[in-house]
């Protein structure tokens, strides 16, 4: 996709190693492939128009939530309350929605509310970690099980319908194309202008070397806050996704796709440590989470065992990405 | 050990905080529930807090050896064991050691594969064990498939949840004895200072000869072997397992170590603090789920004073030009 996320070390001489500095996520971009071509020889089927839009529409969350993930893991933190955030935004524009009586006014109130709703929660995030200086992994554990409580007050059991205009629109097609196609189209934009902006490379520069950014002048406590609002807003995103793909509100939906989204970050190329690595990685290592759940069911694996060869083909995965990775930047 | 220890300096001292906050909750919820602070409702808060504390155990060690050391595993290997546990013993208590003896061999060998991962790899800890953990959970699927969810001895769950000696139930002795062995082997033995000399610096301690990998492999064996022991106690203490009863050990597992005061960066802190961490946060725990609130509201303070707690342990350094 279009990403072009400068990368921080200096050009190597071979032509290779200079392809892979240039564009992180080639390696996660392979598998995909490879993947995709698999998915074809067991299920020719799976390559059509319809089975692809509906991969996409199904993996759109998780994408904009490994998106999310990403911005904070430039600047070397995490948040394991991305899900929640989910979940929590996932709710509000449900009752929202429902409260102001489902029509296209309610519809575009709700999705604004919810905007704001991940920007809070990514606020609070970024206060905790970096104006606080608490322990990423355990604080966003304890903020989301805050917001995972603020969702059950909103919504104490799951259930709620969203109105049929939203996920009618979301489901349906535009101008003979899915909806979803556009959602795609923009957000690629969207995170093409991101990439370009003096925050990405900022937060790039935090987690390559917090000390060094902070000595070059660099806000670094403002960055790592701008960092987790990111996070919080793609969470949101990621939470309209969700809802228009299961058309009601869901007080625990999120909760799974936390460990989810770090997996696919992973996948996708960018350094855990920080100050490496691509969003369009994140957005093809989603897929490949996708990709690998639909070639588990192709390949005729009986169904007890799905998960299990799902999980164990995401760690093969996992580890050959850091493997590939590392040896085309060493 | 405090012996030298200004006062102005004892409130730093990670353990004298957490029992000084577990000394504060218990006068709270004594306070909001009267006889919560009673001998038995602590006896039954305490078997809680080890069940916690043994799974932690695994966790302090592989977090002291540092390099982002983090077992994000435990929980399916809990899970995992406490199927195993149940269905060698089938209710007999002729088939506990057994039974112990292959969950622990299950548990180090899940470790050992974290481990390998780990060091021959060198693939980072949190994505190692994030993706095992998916494997376990996976495995744990097949399992329930073929098999029933098996049974606790009788005297396994007598040992878990009565009184064997001085009143007190005997996975409070084990976790007791796991503390002492804990302290001994990370202060008295070469295997325990190796341990702090990889965690606060990896490539000094290579230099000096430590053998880093077989360190780091050996500490995610133990992290399995302790999560699978705390399954086996599991098991004991709800008779028998159901779907994922580990997940919930994995992250509070962690939390535990960090209010231990133990470092998450490696190289600092010991186990006589975390099995105060586990204490506190099992009182916590305890507090919130007899206080008349409902499920939102519990959740939302339950977070929100995890926070808090965190803000009197070491919190990271300020940048300084």
Known sequence: MTDTTPSMAAPKPQADRRWIERYPFLPALGILLVLLALNGVFSPNSLSYRSLTGLISTYLALMMLAVAQTYVVYAGDIDLSAGAIVSLVNVVIVVTMERLGGGGGAVLAALGIGVLTGLACGLINGIVVAALRLQAIVATFATSIFFTGFALWVMPVAGTPAPALFWRTYGGKFLGLPFVFYVVIALAILLYVIARTRLALQLLAVGDDAQAAYQSGLPVVPIRIRGYILCGVFSALAAFCVTGDTASGDPLVGGKMTLFSVAAVVLGGTALSGGWGTVAGSLFGALTIGLINSLVFFIGTPSEWQNFVQGLAILIVLMAGILVGRRARA | ?321
């Open chain 2, 1 to 321: 050990m405090m012996g030298s220890v200004s006062l102005s300096s004892l409130y730093r001292q990670p353990l004298v905080v957490a029992l000084a906050l577990i000394l504060l909750l218990l006068v709270i919820g004594n306070w909001l529930s009267p006889g919560f602070a009673s001998g038995t409702q602590i006896l039954r808060l305490l078997i809680v807090a080890a069940l916690l504390g043994i799974v932690a155990a695994g966790q302090n060690i592989v977090i002291l050896g540092g390099r982002e050391g983090i077992d994000l595993s435990v929980g399916g290997i809990v899970s995992l064991s406490a199927i195993v546990a149940g269905n060698v013993m089938h209710g007999t208590d002729a088939a506990i050691f057994p039974a112990i003896a292959a969950c622990l061999a299950v548990g180090a060998f899940f470790g050992l594969l974290n481990g390998l991962g780990v060091t021959l790899l060198r693939i980072p800890p949190l994505v190692m064990t994030l993706g095992m953990l998916g494997v376990l959970q996976g495995l744990l699927i097949v399992i329930r498939q073929g098999i029933p969810s098996g049974q606790a001895a009788p005297a396994l769950s007598r040992f878990v949840t009565q009184p064997v000696l001085l009143g007190l139930p005997g996975i409070i002795w084990l976790w007791a004895a796991i503390g002492i062995a804990m302290a001994f082997l990370l202060r008295r033995t070469v295997f325990g200072h190796r341990i702090y000399a990889i965690g606060s610096n990896e490539h000094a301690a290579w230099m000096a000869g430590v053998p880093v990998r077989r360190m780091r492999i050996s500490l995610f064996i133990l992290s399995g072997m302790f999560a699978a022991l705390a399954g086996v106690c599991l098991l004991g203490y709800s008779g028998s397992s159901f779907a994922n009863v580990g997940e919930q050990y994995m992250l509070p597992s962690i939390i535990a170590v960090v209010f231990g005061g133990t470092s998450l960066a490696g190289g600092k802190g010991g186990y006589t603090g975390t099995m105060a961490g586990a204490v506190l946060l099992v009182i916590l725990q305890g507090i919130l789920t007899t206080v008349n609130i409902d499920e939102s509201g519990r959740q939302m303070v339950f977070g929100a004073t995890l926070l808090l707690l965190m803000l009197f342990y070491g919190r990271g350094r300020a940048m300084r030009a």
